[in-house]
């Protein structure tokens, strides 16, 4: 039994199909993902920066216009009469009720020596002892400019945290320096403020000064109520201080969050205000429109190879049919049809591919049935011919030999027919081996085996058939073929015939078919010998016997 498990087999057109429809389907999908996924990042991030641009530019409007307000305030205040002309308690009641009313954190009065006189933090001072700011660069700008003044932040040595002042010089009516108004406010202020302000945006905003201190306290990592509590990183401080692009950075924050980045310079140069977005917070959209887009891609190539498995299947159902029918006829079954009518769903070249193949199929039964009836039979006297008898024979003799029967051969040889091809001509010949051979045909049983030997020699082989029996049928052929010469409208020709015959049997001294008939032929050669025209069973002890 041949085993073809372990032979590898070659690739079939299926399953190169199915990886073709995959590839393909795979190509389509980076095609249209790739793309998509550049267009987008692309949207996304403009549609980022222009967020933060509008955002950035919000904030500045909003905030320049709060810092003019508050400088605004402490101008106003500067100005008032009970101010100019140092009516303490008034100013103070003033200052107290106006604080409460507004951003400051503390309202504080200095006259011109830079001695507070009160504030609205600690408890009023009157006596010229209180403390001196002087030295302030706020009491100085103002006094030398005699215009109002931003300061920097600064640590408050009332609050012991981070302020800013707006400063105003009060002037008399001199138009002469008589001391400074100004007010603190506290980064939380500021800090809330930004915070307020934002609308719709996902990040976050502070402030810092050229120095990278913060006026507000976003990014407060710990209780330290140090001044470096304030410090943002070098890296952030560069990015302030140099950016200049329109593109967004792209940098580590103050917890170490890596963020989306845009700065703005605000209040003349002197602070600037950064917008920062957590990377993921700012790509969430566009990650989910690539998940959607992913899924789509993935249920689209999911029903598009269904499709297409289907539209395969179209394909490699006529080709299965076609394999199957090609092996069908290469076994021998030269009777195989392919269904056409099951073909119907399928294209029309299939259709006809396969109606062709049916007719291939009956065309080569046909020479089929054709080559073999050649191949074993005699065209001119339409009886088996050696080859078959050589084939089948041996079979009808093991036949005999495995049931225990006789078997027995008869050799017929047409006697002087070399004269009548010579005196009438090869065509009257072969007529003549015709006639004989029908009358050989009609003279023996159904069972009996007729070959056209060779020449003008044939060969009857009978099955199941005793020495007896083979007589009998041998001298009912002879008897026939002497009593019906061959005519026609020109001629009659006498014929008669030589007959050996041999059997085997349980005394043969042979066991083989080849044997059977040579003894058989060495009976008609003995038969041809003693003067034709007779029958001759060949013998072991005697080459021949006289019947």
Aim: aromatic letters at 10%; one cysteine or more; a negative charge.
């Amino acid at each position: 039994m041949r085993v073809f498990r372990n032979i590898p087999q070659p690739n079939k057109i299926r399953g190169q199909l199915h990886r073709a429809l995959i590839l393909i389907t795979f190509i389509i999908g980076l095609c249209i993902f790739i793309p998509t996924l550049f267009i987008e990042f692309r949207q996304t991030i403009q549609h980022q920066n222009e967020e933060m641009v509008n955002y950035l530019n919000a904030q500045t409007y909003f905030f320049e216009s709060w810092l003019k307000e508050r400088s605004s305030d402490i101008h106003t205040i500067a100005n008032l009469d009970f101010v100019k002309g140092y009516h303490y308690e008034k100013a103070q009641a003033f200052f107290q009720d106006f604080k409460d009313k507004t951003d400051f954190t503390d309202l504080i009065f200095v006259n011109k020596d830079g001695i507070v006189q009160f504030d609205t933090v600690t408890e009023l001072t009157t006596n010229g002892k209180g403390v001196n700011v002087q030295n302030r660069e706020y009491f100085q700008i103002a006094k030398k400019t005699q215009q109002p003044y931003i300061t920097d932040i600064f640590i408050s040595k009332v609050t012991n945290q981070p302020i800013v002042a707006f400063a105003s010089p009060i002037l008399n009516e001199q138009q002469e320096f008589n001391g400074v108004v100004f007010g603190t406010v506290n980064v939380q202020v500021i800090n809330q403020y930004l915070h307020e302000s934002r609308v719709g945006f996902l990040g976050h905003a502070y402030i810092m000064n050229q120095n990278g201190m913060m006026l507000t306290e976003l990014n407060v990592r710990n209780n330290d109520s140090s001044s470096e509590q304030f410090i943002v990183d070098e890296h952030i401080l560069d990015f302030a201080v140099n950016n200049t692009a329109n593109d967004l950075h792209v940098y580590k924050d103050m917890n170490g969050k890596w963020v989306f980045a845009k700065s703005k310079p605000i209040n003349q140069g002197k602070w600037f205000i950064i917008s920062e977005i957590v990377l993921f917070d700012a790509l969430k959209p566009l990650i989910i429109r690539f998940l959607l887009i992913a899924i789509c891609i993935v249920i689209g190539s999911f029903f598009t190879i269904r499709v297409m498995l289907q539209l395969s299947k179209k394909i490699e159902e006529p080709i299965q049919q076609l394999l199957t029918g090609v092996g069908k006829v290469q076994q021998g079954n030269y009777d195989y049809q392919i269904n056409e009518h099951q073909l119907a769903p399928y294209a029309q070249e299939f259709q006809e591919l396969c109606s062709s193949f049916n007719d291939m199929s009956t065309k080569v039964r046909q020479d089929t049935i054709l080559l073999k009836e050649l191949s074993i039979t005699c065209q001119l006297t339409k009886l088996y011919n050696r080859r078959y008898l050589i084939e089948q024979g041996e079979l009808v003799f093991e036949k005999c030999l495995e049931d225990e029967n006789a078997c027995s051969c008869i050799a017929i040889d047409i006697d002087f027919f070399k004269k009548v091809n010579d005196t009438y001509g090869h065509l009257i010949g072969d007529e003549v081996l015709k006639h004989v051979a029908n009358i050989i045909s009609n003279s023996v049983r159904r069972v009996d085996l007729i070959t056209r030997y060779g020449g003008e020699e044939f060969v009857i082989l009978s099955p199941d058939t005793t020495i007896e029996s083979a007589i009998k049928i041998a001298e009912r052929v002879r008897e026939n073929v002497e009593a019906n010469p061959y005519t026609n409208d020109h001629v009659k020709i006498n014929v008669t015939v030589s007959i050996g015959i041999a059997e085997y049997g349980r005394a043969s001294d042979f066991a083989t078919f080849y044997e059977l008939l040579d003894k058989a032929d060495q009976a008609l050669y003995t038969a041809k010998e003693s003067g034709r025209n007779q029958l001759r069973v060949y013998d072991s002890t005697k080459v021949g016997t006289n019947i």
